[in-house]
């Protein structure tokens, strides 16, 4: 049964020829994404892993124009602002509590 499991290295070759960089950027970018939003929680919170998050995704994401659907790339210029409010309300949550920085992108 593992052996039915692995994959050959003739498949492995075959499946990274159709893969393209746009495609794992995008699984990517979806990732780092979830990951923001989670070190943004308050029983998770970090956020110079959020801060950092929301920098990749700004730097990454206009590389994806032409790339991939424009609507793809609206998405995640919503979750850029999205993200970028939600660490804001973070940062003023914090200060108010004794501890703050600043806003990504500011």
Not at 37 to 64: C, W, Y
């Amino acid at each position: 049964m593992a052996d039915e499991q692995q994959i050959s290295e003739a498949e492995l070759l075959e499946a990274l020829k159709r893969l393209r960089v746009a495609d794992v950027l995008v699984q990517s970018l979806s990732t780092v994404s979830s990951l923001a939003f989670h070190r943004l929680s308050p029983e998770t919170r970090d956020l110079e892993q959020a801060r950092l998050a929301v920098e990749a995704l700004r730097a990454v994401v206009p590389l994806l124009r032409g790339s991939v659907p424009d609507e793809l790339v609206r998405d995640f210029d919503a979750v850029i602002a999205n993200l970028q409010l939600a660490y804001a309300r973070a940062v003023d949550e914090d200060a108010a509590s004794g501890a703050g920085e600043d806003p990504p992108g500011e």
